[in-house]
C-alpha cells in the first residue's frame, strides 16, 4: 500500500453487534490528507438511531453476561490477540495517523509498540490486580469486596491520537468486563475501523465493542442514553463541561481527560540552551497538539532573554514540512479549521502585548497543507488569553518571573492542571517543588507523563486516571458481599 492512501475493507459500514451493517443514512464524513489538502478517505457517519443500534448492542452484549462472566485472564487473552494483530497491521495504523492528524511518520511508525503495550499491559493485571478481596465484616462475619464492571462505556475519541487514545480505553474496559461504544471523530476515523476489523477478524464475542463515527448531536444522544453506564473522554475542557453536565443529569459515572496549560519552571542552576532544546522539541510532537504539551516557560526575569535566544536559535534550525519526509522536524497541523483556531490566538497574543520572537506565521515555501511555524511569544502575562488558554498548536510562551515562589504560584495559576516539569539538577529541590504543584504529572528536567502508572489532571484538566491500576479502577464498581457465616466458624 502507498504511505498516502487508507485502505479499509468496509468503508460505507459501520460496526455494530459483531457485523458491518449499513448506516441509517448516506451521510458520509471526509477525511484530508493534513499535507495535501487532499481526500484518502472517506467513511459512513452515524445518526442518531445508528446510536441507538450500537448502544443496544453492547446493552445485550453486557446484560448477557457472557463477556462479564468470563475471567479476567480470558478477557486477558483477548486483548493479546487484538494486540498481536495491531503488531502485524502497524504500518496501517501509521498510515492513517499521520494522515489524518499530521504526526511526522518517523514518530508515527512507534504506534504499534505503543498501542501493544498499553494491551498487553492491561492484559497483565488480569494476573496481579485483585478482582476479589476477602474481608472480615464489623459483625464478625466473612465479607468479599468484589470488584465489578461498571457496565457499557460510551469512548468518545479525539482526532489527535486516535489509535493510542483507544487502547487506553480499550484496554481497561474490556479488562474490566465491560462492553463498548467506541466513538470516533470525523476527523480520523482510521484507526476505529482499523481496530474494528481486528475484533472481527479474532472473534471477539458480538457486542463487546462497537465503532461508529459520529458528529456532535449523535455524540450528545450517546452521552444521554441512560443505558450507558460511562463516558470515558478525552478532549477538550469546553467539551469535557458539556458531558460531565449531562452526565450529572443521569448520574452516570464518567472519566475526563480534557486540556492543558502545562508550565516548564527553570531554576537557576539549570542550563537554558539545554532546557530550550527539551522543551523547543515539543513542537515536533504533533505539531503541539498534545494535550500535556509544555507550552508555558517560566524562566526568571534576568535569564529570559537568554532563553528566548535559545528557543529561538533551536526553532530556527527545524525544517517544517510533509509528514512523511524523513528530514521534516514538524509536520502540518490536522485541519484548517485548526490552523484558524491556532492563528487566531497568535494574533490575540500580539494583540495583548506580548512580544512575538520567533515565527508566528505560514512558511512561505509550503502553499499548501495546514502549516504553521513554531512561534516564541516572550514578556507574556500569565493572565493573558495565551498564557491560560490551551491554544494546542506549536505556540509557546515564555514568562518571566522574580523568584521561585513566583514561579510556583504562576505555574498553579491556570485552571489546568495536567502535566508539568521543573528544570533543575537539585533532586531534593525538584521533590520538593513537585509537592507544590498542582498537576496530574510532575517531571524532571523533561516532559515525563508515564500511562502505564496513570495518567490524567488535577481541576479542569479532567477527571479521574487512565492507565495502570488507575486506569483499571474507573471502569470497575466495588460491591461488598456478607454472609451470615462468622469468620471463626469459616475457619473451623
Known amino acids: 500500500m502507498s504511505a498516502r492512501e487508507i485502505l479499509l475493507s468496509h468503508p460505507n459500514s459501520l460496526f455494530i453487534g459483531g457485523k458491518w451493517i449499513a448506516p441509517s443514512t448516506s451521510k458520509t464524513v471526509q477525511v484530508l490528507d493534513s499535507a495535501t489538502e487532499e481526500q484518502v478517505l472517506e467513511t459512513a ?18 446484560d448477557g453476561g457472557a463477556w462479564s462472566g468470563l475471567k479476567p485472564v480470558e478477557r486477558a487473552a483477548y486483548l493479546r490477540e487484538i494486540s498481536a494483530a495491531v503488531r502485524r497491521r502497524q504500518k496501517e495504523f501509521a498510515n492513517a495517523w499521520s494522515l489524518e492528524s499530521g504526526i511526522l511518520y518517523s514518530r508515527a511508525q512507534a504506534v504499534g509498540d505503543i498501542i501493544t503495550g498499553v494491551l498487553n499491559r492491561a492484559a497483565d493485571l488480569a494476573d496481579t490486580f485483585t478482582f476479589e478481596e476477602p474481608h472480615r465484616s464489623i459483625t464478625g462475619m466473612k465479607a468479599t469486596l468484589v470488584r465489578e464492571p461498571v457496565g457499557v462505556v460510551a469512548a468518545i475519541i479525539p482526532w489527535n491520537g486516535p489509535a493510542p487514545l483507544t487502547a487506553y480505553k480499550l484496554g481497561s474496559a474490556l479488562l474490566a468486563g465491560c462492553t463498548m461504544v467506541i466513538k470516533m471523530s470525523p476527523e480520523a476515523p482510521a484507526a476505529g475501523y482499523l481496530f474494528a476489523e481486528i475484533f472481527e477478524e479474532i472473534g471477539l464475542p458480538a457486542g463487546v465493542a462497537n465503532v461508529i463515527v459520529a458528529d456532535r448531536e449523535a455524540s450528545q444522544a450517546l452521552v444521554a442514553d441512560n443505558r450507558v453506564d460511562k463516558i470515558a473522554f478525552t478532549g477538550s475542557t469546553a467539551a469535557g463541561r458539556s458531558i460531565a453536565s449531562a452526565c450529572g443529569q443521569r448520574i452516570a459515572r464518567y472519566t475526563l481527560e480534557l486540556g492543558g496549560k502545562s508550565p516548564a ?3 537557576d542552576d539549570f542550563d537554558i540552551e539545554t532546557a530550550a532544546r527539551t522543551i523547543g522539541g515539543g513542537v515536533s510532537s504533533l505539531t503541539g497538539q498534545v494535550c500535556h504539551s509544555l507550552t508555558r516557560i517560566i524562566v526568571p526575569r534576568r535569564r529570559q532573554e537568554q532563553m528566548v535566544e535559545a528557543v529561538s536559535a533551536y526553532f530556527a534550525t527545524l525544517k517544517i514540512g510533509d509528514q512523511f ?6 509536520g502540518p497541523l490536522s485541519t484548517g479549521k485548526h490552523r484558524e483556531t ?22 512561505n515555501e509550503l502553499n499548501r497543507g495546514y502549516y504553521v511555524e513554531p512561534t516564541l511569544f516572550a514578556d507574556v502575562d500569565n493572565r493573558s488569553t495565551i498564557g491560560q488558554e490551551e491554544i494546542f498548536g506549536p505556540v509557546l510562551a515564555v514568562i518571566p518571573v522574580e523568584n521561585e515562589e513566583e514561579a510556583v504560584q504562576i505555574a498553579n495559576d491556570s485552571i489546568f492542571g495536567l502535566n508539568a516539569s521543573i528544570f533543575t539538577n537539585d533532586g531534593d529541590r525538584f521533590r520538593h517543588l513537585a509537592r507544590r504543584l498542582r498537576s496530574g504529572t510532575v517531571g524532571q528536567n523533561a516532559s515525563r507523563t508515564d500511562v502505564s502508572i496513570g495518567f490524567g489532571g488535577f481541576k479542569q484538566s479532567g477527571i479521574g486516571r487512565e492507565g495502570g491500576v488507575e486506569g483499571l479502577l474507573a471502569y470497575l464498581e466495588s460491591k461488598v458481599v456478607v454472609t451470615d457465616q462468622p469468620i471463626e466458624e469459616v475457619a473451623g
Not at 57 to 62: D, G, N, T, V
Open 45 to 62: 457517519e452515524a445518526n442518531v438511531d445508528d446510536v441507538d443500534r450500537a448502544v443496544a448492542a453492547a446493552r445485550a452484549s453486557f
Open 265 to 267: 519552571i527553570i531554576l
Open 325 to 330: 519526509d524523513p528530514a521534516s522536524d514538524v
Open 342 to 363: 491556532v492563528e487566531r490566538y497568535i494574533e490575540i497574543g500580539k494583540a495583548e502585548g506580548a512580544r512575538l520572537a520567533y515565527g508566528g506565521g505560514r512558511p
